[in-house]
């Protein structure tokens, strides 16, 4: 069975740091995958879109890797901020499915000033 | 960004009523909206794509007459819990595309049945 697996349940890092969180799926043959922020009683927010013949995609701080080969996806924050703790949701979409989303359990991230 | 709202934030209802949310595209035209549900620490779960005009296409294990969903518009999805039971407590979230396949989400509407 499709299977998504975000590495860690929590991430806990120091203001400034490079924080790494990363999706690795199974079973899935995804068009593209896509990362969210979710905040506390909150709908998820866009961040980050890559395509499966895409291998790195940048916007601001944020960047997203793609390896089809390895079925993983690293999202990168450098110069983290406290500001950017929350949850990260990573979602494949594809096949014949295209538009519906599966979502990754997501990792809770905290950036301590 | 494309703005999806959603209707009510919180709704707190007895066991055995029906309960109706409301998603909405405030900015774009939407012939697809998809209906997730979310439990406490874990991740969304895709319920149901609502299609304008037509009928809502259920994900497995998804009561169809449970979970009533009408698009009647290209703005407007809604979503019927049937006689909601503490077990539908839960965060129900919607979605839609714009433009391109950035999906836009509501905020989010937390159900509680007693």
């Known amino acids: 069975s499709q299977k998504i697996e975000q590495n860690s349940e929590a991430l806990n890092i120091q203001e400034g740091k490079t924080a790494t969180l990363t999706c690795n799926y199974t079973?899935?043959?995804?068009?593209?995958l896509q990362w969210y922020r979710q905040d506390p009683g909150r709908g998820p927010v866009f961040l980050l879109l890559?395509?499966?013949?895409?291998k790195e995609k940048r916007k601001e701080r944020l960047k997203v890797t793609f390896d089809t080969t390895l079925k993983q996806s690293l999202f990168h924050i450098t110069a983290s901020q406290p500001a950017d703790s929350a949850t990260y949701l990573c979602?494949?979409?594809?096949?014949?499915?295209?538009?519906?989303?599966?979502f990754g359990q997501g990792t809770i991230l905290t950036v301590h000033p | 960004g494309a703005v999806v709202s959603q209707h009510p934030s919180r709704v707190i209802c007895k066991s055995g009523t029906s309960v109706k949310i409301e998603c909405r595209s405030l900015?774009?035209?939407?012939?697809?909206m998809f209906w997730y549900r979310q439990f406490p620490k874990q991740s969304l779960m895709l319920m149901a794509t609502?299609?304008?005009?037509?009928?809502?296409?259920?994900e497995q294990g998804v009561e169809k007459d449970k979970f009533l969903i009408n698009h009647a518009s290209l703005t407007l999805s809604t979503l019927t819990v049937t006689s909601a039971h503490p077990e539908d407590s839960s965060f129900y979230i919607c979605?839609?595309?714009?433009?391109?396949?950035?999906?836009?989400f509501g905020p989010g509407t937390r159900l509680t049945v007693l």
């Open positions: 979605s839609a595309y714009d433009r391109g396949d950035e999906q836009f």
């Open positions: 079973n899935y043959s995804p068009a593209y």
């Open positions: 890559i395509r499966e013949n895409e």
């Open positions: 979602a494949l979409a594809g096949g014949t499915s295209y538009g519906k989303l599966t």
């Open positions: 609502s299609n304008e005009g037509s009928k809502a296409t259920y």
């Open positions: 900015d774009f035209q939407a012939t697809t």
